[in-house]
């Protein structure tokens, strides 16, 4: 099939895909966003828990009550404790999203925490935590040592004009390979966001592994690549509209806040829920596009 055709029928498959999304809507919009609403309080959550060992670790550290070894290990024990709990609430939350994944799916309301979704969220989770961090120390890390790490050559050497060579030549290495990684980061980022696309739709309807999801998903875009750029390129149009019409709402509640600051308290929970709105709202377009160009190949 070439390229034109493809592209048609994405735009036919699109088409399909947001007049079930309408129907879907109708009917079903509110349940939906209970999901995102419960998957977003559990991120919360988390955030307000990891934050307690921090805010203990933080208050040691100044009032110097813990010194030496054991302000160490204190830092490394509510370090782990910080990190622990903000992923039990991460795969907590991802849980909801794969249930809310298959409700779209099968129509029939799911509970939103199940044991089953645990271990592929704790699986998806920290496959792309340990993925996106490994990516960041390559593209970002290495020049970031370089250019901050220069700066400290003064104190490893009694040459002066060495020193000062080697702190210069170390920032201009780092600058460059700043931009030449961010460059490079940002493309990993849109490679990688395109090949998982169908991933997480992938965990959720069976439970795959983060490896097995990726590999499915990214053979679902090869077979369907220009399909779904027509799908995305659409989604686009789709997004940028609802942004349009979101800003008319949240802009006059800025305006409040700006001027009247206690207006916050309001301000913040409705864009909030905007927001999630938002997302309820377009999540259906990507689940029946993804179930329309699979189900062939099942």
């Known amino acids: 099939m070439g390229i034109t055709a493809s592209l048609s029928k994405g735009l ?18 509110v349940e939906l966003f209970k999901y995102y609403m419960v998957s977003f309080l559990i991120g919360i959550a988390g955030v307000i828990g990891m934050a307690i060992p921090l805010a203990i670790l933080v208050f040691l550290l100044i009032s110097s009550i813990a010194v030496g070894w054991v302000a160490l290990v204190g830092a490394v024990v509510l370090g782990i404790i910080a990190l622990a709990i903000m992923v039990a609430a991460s795969v907590f939350s991802a849980s909801v999203i794969f249930a809310s994944i298959r409700y779209v799916m ?51 050497s009694q040459d002066s004009s060495a020193a000062a060579g080697l702190m210069i030549g170390g920032m201009m ?45 990214y053979a679902l875009l090869k077979a369907n690549f220009w399909e779904t750029i027509a799908f995305l390129v659409i989604m686009v149009g789709i997004g940028y509209a609802i942004g349009l019409a979101a800003e008319v709402v949240m802009l006059p509640l800025i305006l ?28 259906p377009m990507y689940i029946f596009f993804w179930q329309k160009i699979r189900a062939p190949k099942e």
């Open 173 to 217: 290495l780092g600058y460059l390979l700043l931009f030449a990684g961010i460059f490079l980061f940002v493309v990993f980022l849109a490679a990688f966001n395109l090949s998982f696309m169908y991933g997480i739709y992938e965990i959720a309807a069976e439970g795959l592994a983060p490896v097995a999801a990726l590999k499915r998903s």
């Open 106 to 156: 099968t129509n029939q309301k799911e509970a939103y925490l199940q044991e089953k979704d645990r271990k592929p969220a704790l699986g998806y989770i920290l496959f792309y935590g340990i993925l996106m961090g490994a990516a960041y120390l390559l593209f970002l890390g290495i020049p970031l040592f370089l250019m901050f790490g220069s700066m400290f050559a003064p104190l490893l």
């Open 12 to 29: 036919d498959i699109t088409s399909a895909a947001l007049k079930e999304t309408m129907e879907f809507q109708k009917l079903k919009f």
């Open 256 to 283: 409040i806040s700006m001027v009247f600051m206690p207006f916050l308290i309001i301000a913040v929970p409705l864009i909030i829920l905007l927001n999630l709105a938002t997302e309820a709202l377009v999540a």
